[in-house]
């Protein structure tokens, strides 16, 4: 990335660390992971997902097209988990990328690992594996166990693979720990006052 930290994977799915690539608080963006398409480019790597350039698509729109797709899948994988009723604008742009990518869906070796053959710039390379991701999610019986994070400017969502389902944090190291200090730093201010 641009001199940046990538963003923690630990989202538990692609979808949701896609999601994850920016910090949120309720519907804005607050920290911007992917401000250029060399950001995702290095996101896509960091993800796993291999090497990935800029095709011969217009890399500004794509990106562009990237954060609308992640905006819309955190709308429709928050309204899933809290069960409420997908939005219908998000899930008709999932739908159309679907069905323009429906044709071209194919399967290709490269670097040793079978990828989608229909890669032809970033919205193919990152968005149509994102969107896959994000379907197979949504119709699995995983979605149930989707949270957001509590912690303020964060609110990143993850798959809580906990034993008993209480994993509160999207990191306990960073999240969880923020959060511990700053309620012992509340008590302890709340009992110098009152003393």
């Known amino acids: 990335m641009t001199g940046r930290r990538l963003p923690r994977l630990v989202g538990g799915r692609l979808c949701l ?11 804005a963006v607050v ?17 796993g997902m291999g090497t990935i350039t800029a095709g011969r698509e217009d890399a500004v729109e794509a990106l562009a097209r990237l954060r609308t797709l992640r905006a819309d899948l955190r709308r ?13 604008a998000p899930l008709a742009r999932l739908n159309r990328l679907l069905a323009a990518h429906g044709g ?13 053959g229909a890669a032809r710039g970033l919205m193919d390379a990152v968005g149509l ?15 149930g166990r989707v949270k957001i994070c509590p912690a303020h400017q964060c609110e990143w969502l993850f798959l809580d693979d906990s034993r008993n389902g209480t994993r509160r944090w999207c990191s306990m190291a960073e999240c969880g720990n923020r959060a ?8 302890m201010k709340r009992g110098l006052l009152s003393a």
Do not use: C, M, Q
């Open 17 to 27: 660390d896609f999601a994850n690539s920016a910090n949120w608080d309720d519907e």
């Open 31 to 47: 920290d911007e992971k992917l401000a250029t398409p060399a950001d995702v480019v290095a996101w896509a790597r960091h993800a």
């Open 76 to 88: 429709l994988l928050i309204a899933a988990a809290t069960g409420k009723e997908p939005p219908r």
């Open 104 to 116: 071209r869906l194919r399967l290709a070796a490269a670097d040793g690992r079978l990828r989608h």
């Open 129 to 143: 594996p994102v969107a896959i991701s994000a379907v197979d999610l949504l119709t699995s019986s995983d979605l």
């Open 180 to 187: 511990k200090a700053r309620l012992h730093y509340d008590r």
